[in-house]
C-alpha cells in the first residue's frame, strides 16, 4: 500500500472489505499498489505475462476505493486462471465463474459513452467480473464511506455499477465464485 498517500486509509478500507469476502492464496510476491495522478483512467492493472507488475489507483477518479476494488478483481480474475493462447482470464472461461456469468447475463447493458469498440469492451467478461466484484465488496463492506460511495455512484445513474435490486443475484454469485475455489472467509448464507 502506498504508505504516503493521502488515499491510504481508504485504500486499506477497500482491502479490509475485500478481504472480509475472500482470501487469496498466492506465492506472488507483495505487488504494489500506486497512487497516479491520472485524470485518463481510475487506476490499471499491470502485468507481464502471468506475473502481476502493479495496481494502479488515480487520486483524480473521486472514488479511489471503487478504482482500486475494480483493479483488485483484475488481479484476481487474472491470477486464477488466464489462457496464453486467447488471452482470457477466469472470468470468461473458468468453471467456477459459471453461475456467475448467468448472472451478469441477465443484468441490463450499461450505455457507456463511446463508439461500439468501447461498449464490447465495456461488456467483455473481466470488465462486468471487475465492476460486479468492486460492487459487491462495496454493498457487502458495511462501511459508512464504501457504502456512500455506491450509493452515491447509483443516485448519479453511473454505468459502473447497477441497481441494487437488480444486482443482488450478480453480488451472490460473486461471493459464491470465492465459496467455489475455496477462498471464502466465511460461510455464506444461501438466499432462497
Not at 485524470?39 to 502493479?54: H, L, N, V
Not at 472514488?63 to 482470457?88: I, M, N, Y
Not at 468501447?118 to 458495511?142: D, M, N, P
Request: glycine share 4%; charged share 25%; aromatic share 8%.
Amino acid at each position: 500500500m502506498p504508505r504516503r498517500s493521502p488515499l491510504l486509509s481508504e485504500l486499506e478500507r477497500a482491502l479490509g472489505a475485500a478481504a472480509r469476502l475472500h482470501l487469496l492464496r498466492s506465492d506472488l510476491h507483495p505487488v504494489p499498489v500506486r497512487v497516479t495522478s491520472t485524470t485518463s483512467e481510475a487506476g490499471s492493472y499491470r502485468f507481464r505475462k502471468a506475473d502481476p507488475i502493479d495496481v494502479r489507483v488515480s487520486s483524480r477518479s473521486g472514488h479511489p476505493a471503487t478504482g482500486f476494488l475494480h483493479e483488485l478483481a483484475h488481479l484476481v480474475d487474472h491470477q486464477v486462471s488466464h489462457d496464453k493462447r486467447s488471452r482470457a482470464w477466469a472470468s470468461a472461461m473458468h468453471s467456477a465463474f459459471a453461475a456467475w456469468r448467468a448472472a451478469a447475463a441477465r443484468l441490463e447493458g450499461r450505455p457507456f459513452p463511446g463508439g461500439r469498440s468501447r461498449q464490447r469492451y465495456f461488456e467483455s467478461a473481466h470488465e462486468i467480473w471487475a465492476r460486479s466484484y468492486a460492487q459487491t465488496v462495496l454493498l457487502r463492506s458495511g462501511d459508512p464511506l464504501l457504502l456512500s460511495q455506491l450509493h452515491e455512484l447509483q443516485e448519479d445513474d453511473d454505468p459502473h455499477v447497477w441497481p441494487t435490486e437488480a444486482f443482488a443475484p450478480v453480488a451472490l454469485e460473486v461471493e459464491l465464485v470465492f465459496e467455489r475455489l475455496g477462498l471464502t472467509q466465511l460461510e455464506l448464507p444461501i438466499a432462497a
